[in-house]
Nanobody, 126 residues
Framework: QVQLQESGPGLVKPSQTLSVTCTVS??????????WSWIRQPPGKGLEWMGA???????IYNPSLKSRTTISRDASSNQFTLQLTSVTPDDTAVYTC??????????????????WGQGTQVTVSS
């Protein structure tokens, strides 16, 4: 089955750009089968879908985060990366990558994901 592993900086200063990468194994990000997403969970809060990307080039974002979010793919490394700009302490969360077989209209529903990474904690603090 598909396996996902996040890697990130752990600590980011306010106003900087957060960058976390998901490495995919036992599967390929060039397959048309999946949307590849980033989902986060701030402390004491629920899951928040941030955005998703597909090999077709279709990339969609949570409207509340769209102005600060970029998701990119690197087929040669079988990775996809989240960049979040102008971070504040409110962006402190566990950041998790996930894969969904569902159509684009459903990828914002975090209950519909087939595979999940373990998540990586990112803290925004000076």
């Amino acid at each position: 089955q598909v396996q996902l592993q996040e890697s990130g900086p752990g600590l980011v200063k306010p106003s900087q750009t957060l960058s976390v990468t998901c490495t995919v194994s036992n599967g390929s990000i060039t397959t048309y089968d999946y949307y590849w997403s980033w989902i986060r969970q701030p402390p004491g809060k629920g899951l928040e879908w941030m955005g998703a990307t597909h090999v077709s080039g279709h990339t969609i974002y949570n409207p509340s985060l769209k102005s600060r979010t970029t998701i990119s793919r690197d087929a040669s490394s079988n990775q996809f990366t989240l960049q979040l700009t102008s971070v504040t302490p409110d962006d402190t969360a566990v950041y998790t990558c996930a894969a969904s077989r569902r159509a684009s209209g459903y990828v914002a529903d975090v209950k519909g994901y087939d595979y999940w990474g373990q998540g990586t904690q990112v803290t925004v603090s000076s």
